[in-house]
C-alpha cells in the first residue's frame, strides 16, 4: 500500500466517522449541548450539519462534556 492509498484511507475514514458523529450530532446532541435546553428547528440542524461532519472530534468532547454536567 503506498502513501497515497493510507492518505486517501485514513480521509475516508475521518470523513466516514464525521459523518456518523454529526447526523447523531444533529438528531439528539443539540439540545443537550445548548446552554439553555431548547428545540433546534429542522433549518437549524441542516445548518450545523455541515460545521458538525468537519469538527466532529470538537463536537463529541462538547457533547460528553455536557453529558457529564448533566
Given at each position: 500500500?503506498?502513501?497515497?492509498?493510507?492518505?486517501?484511507?485514513?480521509?475516508?475514514?475521518?470523513?466516514?466517522?464525521?459523518?456518523?458523529?454529526?447526523?447523531?450530532?444533529?438528531?439528539?446532541?443539540?439540545?443537550?449541548?445548548?446552554?439553555?435546553?431548547m428545540?433546534?428547528?429542522?433549518?437549524?440542524?441542516?445548518?450545523?450539519?455541515?460545521?458538525?461532519?468537519?469538527?466532529?472530534?470538537?463536537?463529541?468532547l462538547?457533547?460528553?462534556?455536557a453529558?457529564?454536567?448533566?
Open positions: 500500500m503506498s502513501v497515497p492509498d493510507v492518505i486517501l484511507f485514513v480521509l475516508a475514514l475521518y470523513a466516514a466517522a464525521g459523518l456518523v458523529a454529526a447526523i447523531a450530532f444533529v438528531s439528539f446532541g443539540i439540545s443537550r449541548v445548548l446552554s439553555h435546553p428545540p433546534a428547528t429542522l433549518g437549524a440542524r441542516i445548518l450545523i450539519l455541515p460545521g458538525a461532519f468537519a469538527l466532529w472530534p470538537y463536537v463529541l462538547r457533547w460528553r462534556q453529558r457529564s454536567r448533566a
